[in-house]
């Protein structure tokens, strides 16, 4: 059982920097898919990127493509989010999240875009509040 907590949102005005971080407990998931996701006040939980096992390959939601930037350190066990260029749209709680791919009973949902569904994950953390001012 992996245990995920986040850290690292806070209040900034538009334009500027957050990095979130994600840390992971219980085992390793060095060998796991993580994901980040946010959900705002009266919306669903929406997809904000993704990241392989070993961070070959990385994939974004179109909203944020060329402002956040995801990444892990398996050493570490952690898996961080860096937003630049904030807008008062990126405001949610934002949430890391893990499955492995090798172990879950079945396969994910979603064709090649199933990284971006909340349903294929199997681990989540609390959320930390992203809030960005105008």
């Known amino acids: 059982q992996v245990h995920l907590v986040e850290s690292g949102g806070g209040l900034v005005q538009a334009g500027a920097s957050l990095r979130l971080s994600c840390a992971a407990s219980?085992?390793?998931?060095?060998?796991?898919?993580l994901g980040w996701f946010r959900q705002a006040p009266g919306k669903e939980r929406e997809f904000v990127a993704a990241?392989?096992?070993?961070?070959?390959?990385?994939y974004y939601a179109d909203s944020v493509q060329g402002r956040f930037t995801i990444s892990r350190d398996n050493a570490k066990n952690t898996v961080h989010l860096q937003m630049n260029s904030l807008k008062p749209e990126d405001t949610a709680i934002y949430y890391c999240?893990?499955?492995?791919?090798?172990?879950?009973?079945?396969?994910?949902?979603?064709?090649?875009?199933?990284?971006?569904?909340?349903?294929?994950?199997?681990?989540w953390g609390q959320g930390t509040q992203v809030t960005v001012s105008s």
């Open positions: 999240a893990g499955t492995d791919l090798q172990s879950r009973a079945s396969r994910p949902k979603g064709g090649s875009t199933w990284y971006e569904g909340s349903q294929n994950y199997d681990y």
């Open positions: 219980g085992r390793t998931f060095s060998g796991d898919f």
């Open positions: 990241i392989t096992w070993n961070g070959g390959s990385v």
